[in-house]
């Protein structure tokens, strides 16, 4: 009986853009790697605006860009994945609350604005961004019982809408880079 050479065979299916159970899970697994890899360059970087807790916010685009291309429950798992194992490697678990805190409510502010269809990554990326500090400020608020971080926030909504539309930028380019690539098709395309 001869084989059907469709893709099929290595996990891929081309006509409907789908990939199998183990592709899938190896490439959670490379897309939660890189992200720990984005997370670890990011402590290197010196930025100090004196203003604790600003970073860039490298490991949000993978998740910005996962958001693209794979199921979002897929890029949940790596997000919590990454936020859990660099928590554990280089952070204490103050380190994981906070991390938790602001990547959930970025992931589900990303995912809400994604679902209208109105918003460009760039604009994904700005909410999630200031998603992400408003979860870690509630959390900070919640640890020492005041109110008085409320105070704080308008600095750190600029910061994340600024690295919010840098990382915007920065996947655009991934996700222009992977279509010219002839990389996986996007949710929903045929």
Same mark, same amino acid.
């Given at each position: 009986?001869? /084989? ?9 299916? *081309? ?9 899938? =899970? ?14 670890? =360059? ?6 100090? *605006?004196?203003? @604790? ?7 949000? &685009? ?9 199921? @979002? ?6 997000? &919590? ?6 928590? *554990?490697? *280089? ?13 959930? &409510? ?8 994604? /679902? ?33 971080? =409320?105070?704080?926030? @308008? ?17 655009? /380019? ?17």
């Amino acid at each position: 009986m001869k /084989r059907k050479m469709d893709g099929t065979e290595h996990g891929f299916d *081309f006509a409907k853009g789908r990939i199998s159970g183990a592709k899938t =899970v190896a490439l959670c697994g490379m897309l939660t790697a890189l992200a720990m890899l984005f997370s670890y =360059v990011e402590t290197l970087i010196p930025l100090n *605006f004196g203003i @604790p807790g600003i970073k860039l916010g490298l490991a949000n &685009l993978v998740v910005l860009t996962g958001l693209y291309y794979l199921k @979002p429950q897929q890029v949940l798992a790596v997000s &919590l994945a990454r936020i859990l194992l660099t928590g *554990f490697l *280089f952070g204490n678990g103050m380190s994981i609350l906070y991390s938790l805190a602001g990547g959930l &409510l970025s992931f589900l502010v990303m995912r809400l604005l994604m /679902r209208t269809g109105e918003f460009s990554p760039a604009g994904v990326s700005i909410a999630g961004g200031v998603a992400h500090n408003a979860g870690q400020l509630i959390v900070a608020g919640l640890v020492v019982h005041t109110a008085k971080l =409320v105070y704080y926030m @308008p600095v750190l909504t600029v910061s994340g809408a600024l690295t919010g539309f840098l990382m915007g930028l920065l996947s655009i /380019r991934v996700l222009h880079a992977l279509k010219l690539g002839g990389g996986m098709k996007k949710r929903g395309e045929r």
